[in-house]
């Protein structure tokens, strides 16, 4: 047997905390991992935020983001070791034998360099190439993953192209300098999933033409399916399992990477609408200030008591727009909305204290939603005083009620928002929106910052508040996975405008429209071959008409 | 009209606004300084018919605000009225020294300004290690003793027990360059060392600050060599601030050279305020505050350009 490309052995890393006022602590990310890469093979590493799939990833570098570092273990590259290489042999590694495509695009590009500059630096400071053959190669690389204008895009700004063509010029970054590994982290996690598709499908082309290798890092088992060899889970910086693809999707055999294959399954009914909603968005159009288009264009949608509306769409489609203009944060230009029979004053500031009760709001971000210096026993307390004038024992009765209801039992209401985990401190939003005893709570994206087995407990939880408390949500997401376990009835919004608004049943049943239709089958799903299948399926529609 | 070329033309348009307020309020402050001018020209045995007629003379009996657009009319066609001391043209005079001032300033910022980036950069390659600290500690120092001081400490050493360079640093039209630079050393080694800390400093964060984009990640796992994604990849992206902090400091060896001046008797606008400000000359302290706020405002117009200039998304836009 021929030696492999990658050989890791025993790879150990950690790093160093600092509590503040305290002694530092070394904490361990990865403990101890083995796995080999053949060559031209693609691996793919799957897990949750932090189980040290990204610090693996750049191991494989010899690199330690931030104050990482590896502590013990072998990382053998063409046959060397690479964690006793010297820096200046490691310079000759990276950017040449070894490359990486990171998550955000965008961030990853320096903003004041063309991007023919930074796609070409590496090949040709490593005397891979000279300039004139770096530039040919990038323009090759560049139709090859289908971006437009391959022979003029590598003159423009990073700013000057989309997120989504952004992160293809990144993988003609990372193949420019021919490389003999390339490691992909979540290349596709930031994009629309109409995006996505297309970038995937992109990356796993110019892998197979390049025959080049790549560990495949992301959370989402299912665009994994799609480009990889073999899979390792991994979990809390250890491997679960380690599999081809199709032993991994089709007979996984842990409970971790069977729940990861499962998730997402929760099965809704939807309920019938009502004859009065709680809801009722009229003809609504509106812009921001100083702006000359509309980002919504009459819209109309109603939600039902104790029912979800999930509003999805892509990024810019003016979903949260359509929520800023419920809560009155966005003034309507045109159009009006009644709550429970009568209508709302455009403006928040002009709203009785009771309609602001009355609708709550759920953000994204749990961690910049609540103020870091006050313990979450005050952040539940707040609404209780300030709507409902508890005191004393009857507050903590009640904040305790609340802490009960969102299965977070004893000894949370002195802890502050740092100590708690992304899902805890999601679950203290939706207590504080609870507090107030709310007819709606206006959900933005609340699960999109989490790792899907988490995301999951949060729409359980949600779902099992609705039954409880009778309230109505209105659910803004990107993702038809979460729309699929939520709704009762589902607007798609696509550039400003609701294109399809019904039923769940209806919506998400034959004949779609076009945008729908592209919108459905862009998500990806567990399924060996599904992604050859979409596009071939899409290019015969497009040969077809 | 290209979009940057806008922004540019309202920030000219707000300096000069700027610059207007600015007279207003120079005029209002000497306006409402006590004394009388006519009784300072003519001292305190002048009779009151004298007084009076002084004072129709100078106009002074007009309401302010005619007063006030008489001599910016004036200011306007470079005329900045006599000196009531010696009935001298002050823009005559005053040429002379701001060229003076300007001239130290130049070579000040000549030496101190590309010395303060290269040491920035030198303590962001080797932070948190002893060139850093070194760099830091020497700086600090040197801001935090008292410019005269500084003064005096290196006319000790260099000039009296070296004898490198003069402790005057006095200059006229008829002297060589060479001359010149040899009689404002001094001078200008003391400036250096009071504006490189500041500079230094900002230019030390604004690069650390960049550091930490994940763009620089990307130029390292290039290969790239540090004192290179430094030069390429960091400093393009930390120009805005740097310069900033540079043009405050520019304009402060332009505008707060005062001590210095007068530690040298150095020629230059400084003391000339100095001198006529005791002396009650108030065309004469009007205008030295005039050019005084020209400079501030224009360097920090320059500044604002720059960056503007330096952001690629003003530059290219989509």
């Known amino acids: 047997m021929t030696e492999p490309l990658l050989k890791v052995r025993g790879l150990k890393i950690g790093a160093t905390a600092y509590p503040p006022g305290e002694k530092p602590v070394a904490i361990k990310i990865v403990h101890g991992v083995d796995f080999d890469l053949e060559a031209g093979k693609v691996l793919g590493l799957i897990g949750e935020s932090g189980a040290g799939k990204s610090t693996i990833g750049l191991a494989a570098m010899a690199y330690g983001r931030g104050g990482v570092e590896i502590t013990g273990g072998e990382v053998w590259v063409n046959g060397r070791n690479i964690l006793k290489e010297n820096l200046r042999n490691l310079r000759r590694l990276r950017g040449a034998e070894v490359t990486y495509v990171s998550q955000s695009a965008a961030a990853s590009f320096n903003p004041a360099k063309k991007i023919m500059e930074q796609v070409t630096e590496a090949a040709i400071f490593q005397n891979k190439f000279t300039k004139s053959e770096a530039e040919a190669r990038a323009i090759e690389l560049f139709a090859k993953l289908g971006l437009p204008d391959p022979e003029t895009i590598g003159n423009r700004y990073p700013h000057q192209v989309s997120g989504g063509q952004l992160q293809r010029c990144m993988t003609a970054l990372a193949l420019c300098p021919e490389p003999d590994l390339v490691v992909f982290d979540e290349p596709t996690t930031a994009l629309d999933v109409t995006t996505q598709i297309d970038v995937l499908a992109a990356i796993k082309e110019a892998i197979v033409a390049t025959g080049v290798a790549a560990l495949y890092i992301t959370h989402d088992l299912a665009v994994v399916a799609q480009v990889s060899d073999h899979i390792m889970v991994l979990q809390q910086g250890d491997m679960v399992e380690y599999g081809t693809v199709d032993q991994i999707i089709n007979h996984p055999q842990e409970d971790y990477t069977k729940a990861l294959v499962s998730v997402r399954s929760i099965d809704h009914q939807e309920k019938t609408p009502t004859d009065t909603p709680v809801l009722r968005v009229e003809n609504v159009t509106a812009r921001y200030q100083g702006t000359n288009f509309d980002v919504l264009k009459n819209i109309n949608v109603d939600i039902h008591p104790g029912q979800t509306l999930a509003v999805v769409g892509e990024s810019g489609s003016g979903k949260s727009t359509l929520a800023r203009v419920i809560t009155g944060l966005l003034p309507p230009s045109d159009g009006q909305i009644t709550f429970d029979g009568r209508v709302l004053n455009p403006e928040l500031a002009t709203r009785p204290i009771e309609d602001l009760r009355e609708m709550q709001m759920i953000y994204q971000m749990a961690d910049t939603a609540m103020n870091p210096r006050q313990t979450v026993g005050t952040i539940i307390g707040r609404p209780l005083e300030f709507y409902f004038g508890l005191k004393g024992k009857a507050k903590q009765k009640r904040i305790q009620e609340l802490l009960d209801e969102i299965e977070l039992g004893d000894g949370f209401q002195d802890r502050y928002p740092a100590e708690l985990s992304g899902g805890q401190k999601q679950r203290v939003c939706i207590a504080r929106a609870l507090a107030a005893k709310p007819k709606l709570i206006i959900c933005d994206e609340v699960t999109s910052a989490l790792d899907p087995l988490v995301a999951d407990g949060i729409l359980k939880l949600l779902l099992n508040l609705q039954k409880i408390e009778d309230v109505a949500y209105l659910f803004i997401t990107h993702d038809l996975a979460t729309v699929r376990a939520i709704a009762d009835s589902i607007a798609v919004m696509y550039q400003g405008k609701v294109v399809r608004y019904g039923p769940k049943s209806q919506v998400l049943a034959p004949p779609f429209d076009d945008y729908t239709d592209l919108l459905l089958s862009s998500v990806p799903e567990m399924k060996i071959g599904w992604l050859e299948e979409t596009i071939e399926s899409r290019r015969m529609e497009s040969a077809g008409n | ?318």
């Not at chain 2, 002048?46 to 009319?73: C, Q």
């Not at chain 2, 003076?100 to 962001?124: D, Q």
């Open chain 2, 1 to 318: 009209m290209h979009p940057i070329l806008k922004l540019i033309a309202q920030r000219l348009a707000l300096g000069l606004l700027l610059l207007l307020a600015a007279s207003v309020l120079i005029f209002a402050g000497t306006s409402i300084l006590p004394g009388d001018v006519a009784q300072s020209i003519l001292g305190q045995s002048a009779t009151p018919e004298a007084l009076a007629n002084l004072r129709r003379e100078l106009g002074l009996n007009d309401p302010a605000v005619t007063r006030y657009f008489s001599w910016l009319g004036g200011v306007l066609q470079g005329d900045l009225g006599t000196a009531l001391t010696n009935g001298r043209d002050i823009a005559e005079s005053l040429g002379g020294r701001l060229k003076n001032t300007l001239f130290l300033a130049f070579w000040a910022a000549a030496i101190s300004v590309p010395l303060a980036i290269f040491l920035g950069l030198l303590a962001v390659r080797y932070k948190d290690r002893w060139p850093d600290k070194l760099i830091s500690a020497v700086t600090l120092t040197t801001i935090s003793i008292p410019e005269f001081m500084i003064g005096y400490v290196l006319i000790y050493w260099v000039a009296i027990k070296w004898r490198m360079f003069p402790s005057v640093a006095i200059i006229n039209d008829s002297m060589t360059l060479g001359a010149k630079l040899n009689a404002i050393a001094i001078p200008v080694m003391v400036l250096t060392l009071v504006v490189l800390a500041h500079m230094m400093r900002m230019t030390r964060a604004a690069i650390l600050n960049v550091m930490q984009s994940a763009y620089i990640e990307t130029a390292e796992l290039k290969g790239l060599g540090m004192l290179k994604i430094i030069r390429k990849h960091a400093f393009p992206n930390a120009i805005a601030p740097i310069v900033n902090v540079v043009m405050l400091n520019l304009a402060y060896l332009v505008v707060g050279v005062v001590v210095v001046e007068v530690v040298f008797a150095y020629p230059g606008m400084g003391q000339y305020l100095v001198d006529h400000v005791s002396k009650r000359d108030v065309p004469v302290v009007q205008a030295c505050g005039l050019i005084f706020a020209a400079v501030y405002i224009g360097l920090n117009l320059i500044a604002d350009i720059v960056s503007i200039l330096a952001n690629p998304r003003l530059r290219h836009p989509k």
